[in-house]
């Protein structure tokens, strides 16, 4: 196999001994006037960013939250997410993002297994968080809202205002070491339980070097105070490359996934102005596409299909747009060919990635004149390894073109699950992390997603767990057997489709009544975009010998019927 770079750019980068807030540090001396973040008429400089940031870690410390503290960021995107997430970290705190749009159970369950001291949330979020129980949570901190993220000002009882917490002078804490946890960054579970994975700083230094070096045509520079920047490498440059300082990005990814998390860092790594778009509708955000010039867009299939579909689409001034990113869920040709029409100057580029490799793990090469193949998720960043394991036979690799199980290796790996050693002992072995996808290579190294060795699906780019869902309509009194399946589905990916063995005392009877009340009993239960969409009945579930359920039959019968 032959490994592919960027043009012009060296193999391997040399990773700084930094801190997450190194990063924002040294964009705030590099750009200090530059505009970071845009929420409506709303904006942060780079040092303004910095500064509310210092401020925020000056109040948690305050506050008795120190080095090792989890703290939940349980809100929408808005100017302020960013604002509280690298003030969490300068105070030397842990990160623990959680989805805003999980019932109560599910939140406080994830509030449990952080172990939270320390909540921010905010006017629309924040009646769920405290019906979930504060019990373990010494603050709870409440943001404004912002033109994205509207809500009520009012105060509630039991929490702080961030304005409160911003009251102090911006002061420096202690330096916060590489290998202390960052984030405990949430993947969902099969057992219905998510499970936090351990991020250190050093784990999102690397993933957010190696991708925006990939990008930038930029290798990694420290400041004479240790703030991180990017130095150009001017042959490596081209009208693709995003030069340091420069362009403008459309943020919809939720900052709560590790997409948006640290792709958010990226963004600031870059110089890069992050416009804000809050909930995801195609015809704001291309509006604000034109407006501002954007240079760079990324979302999951899901949101492509929506974008082109929007009757806005035909007739925007869309031509500033170099780099159309894709992630979470393989994009189909006809949908990669649509975008190549409706950005005209731009390159498209596939990536891949997981919670347990902090973010990402391959990527497209941004080059005209030597695309990546179509349907390839690109290749492995600088200075991570891939391998394509036998299903088996683990410890051997399997030819070019041959699937197999994908294996990554590289400072991005993460520390495994927090509070799971056996678990984590299963997916990280000997440094390599355990996808468990399966994946092939050709012989010049790109990376192809076959499927799941497991029974994930994804929904809109997020992982959903049909586990999850079987074991919360088996504790439905109607249902003697369930299993559920992904089908595909093309606006979103795939879709969750239950099929369920009926009781026969079952009442409503099985029809469509009975369909409707399932799928709302699981709605109930889960996060907006876990909801089943589908229920069939069936007399009785395919199994094997064994009496294990046969997914793949019943996979085939869906789409037989379609």
């Not at 891949?352 to 998720?377: F, K, N």
């Not at 390599?432 to 990376?447: I, K, P, S, Y």
């Amino acid at each position: 196999m032959i490994r592919r770079h960027p043009k012009g750019m060296p193999a391997r980068l040399s990773y700084p001994e930094a801190s997450v807030g190194d990063i924002l540090a040294g964009s705030a001396r590099r750009y200090p006037d530059r505009v970071a973040l845009r929420d409506g008429d709303d904006t942060l400089t780079y040092a303004e960013l910095h500064e509310q940031a210092l401020r925020f870690a000056r109040g948690l410390r305050e506050r008795g939250i120190t080095e090792g503290d989890a703290v939940a960021l349980h809100q929408p995107n808005s100017l302020w997410f960013p604002v509280t997430y690298y003030g969490i970290l300068l105070a030397g705190a842990i990160v623990a993002p959680i989805n805003p749009t999980l019932p109560p159970a599910a939140l406080r369950a994830q509030l449990d297994e952080a172990g939270a001291r320390a909540a921010v949330t905010h006017p629309a979020t924040a009646p769920a968080l405290l019906a979930a129980g504060t019990d373990g949570l010494e603050l709870v901190a409440v943001v404004p809202p912002s033109a994205v993220a509207p809500g009520d000002p009012a105060h509630l009882d039991g929490t702080v205002p961030l304005a409160e917490l911003l009251a102090g002078d911006p002061e420096p804490g202690p330096r916060v070491p590489p290998d202390a946890v960052a984030h405990l960054s949430f993947t969902g579970g099969t057992t219905g339980r998510s499970k936090a994975v351990q991020v250190l700083h050093r784990h999102v230094v690397a993933n957010c070097l190696q991708f925006t070096c990939w990008r930038a045509a930029a290798v990694p520079a420290v400041d004479p105070d240790g703030g991180i920047f990017l130095d150009p490498v001017a042959e490596a440059a081209t009208e693709y490359t995003n030069q340091p300082g420069q362009g403008v990005s459309i943020a919809v990814a939720p900052f709560f996934h590790a997409m948006g998390l640290v792709g958010q860092s990226i963004g600031a790594l870059a110089g890069l102005t992050s416009v804000l778009a809050g909930r995801f509708d195609p015809e704001r955000f291309l509006e604000l596409a034109e407006k501002f010039g954007a240079t760079q867009i990324a979302g999951s299939p899901a949101l492509f299909h929506a974008l082109l579909a929007a009757p806005a689409a035909q007739g925007r001034a869309l031509s500033a747009v170099r780099v159309v990113n894709s992630g979470a869920a393989p994009i189909d040709t006809t949908t990669l060919r649509a975008l190549r029409t409706l950005f005209p100057r731009a390159c498209v580029v596939e990536g891949y990635g997981l919670t347990e490799a902090t973010m990402g793990v391959t990527s497209g090469i941004v080059d005209p004149d030597d695309p990546v193949p179509i349907g390839s998720v690109g290749l492995p960043v600088f200075d991570t390894e891939v391998e394509i394991r036998d299903l088996v036979q683990t410890g051997s690799c399997v030819p070019d073109g041959e699937t197999g199980e994908l294996w990554a290796r590289g400072p991005q790996i993460t520390a495994g699950y927090h509070g799971h050693p056996e678990l984590t002992a299963e997916q990280f072995v000997d440094g390599w992390l355990r996808t468990g996808d399966l994946a092939r290579c050709d012989e010049r190294g790109h990376v192809y997603i076959v499927g799941r060795a497991k029974d994930m699906l994804i929904y809109k780019g997020y992982n959903v767990y049909p586990g999850q869902l079987e074991e919360i309509l088996s504790g439905h009194p109607a249902v003697a057997q369930v299993s559920v399946i992904g089908v595909p589905a093309a606006d979103a990916g795939e879709i969750p489709a239950a099929y369920v063995v009926a009781r026969p005392d079952a009442s409503p009877a099985p029809g469509p009544a009975l369909a409707e009340e399932l799928m709302a009993h699981v709605s109930a239960r889960v996060a907006p975009y876990q909801r089943v969409r589908e229920v069939r009945f069936l007399e009785a579930l395919p199994t094997s010998a064994a009496g294990k359920v046969l997914k793949a039959e019943l996979r085939r019968a869906h789409k037989a019927r379609l």
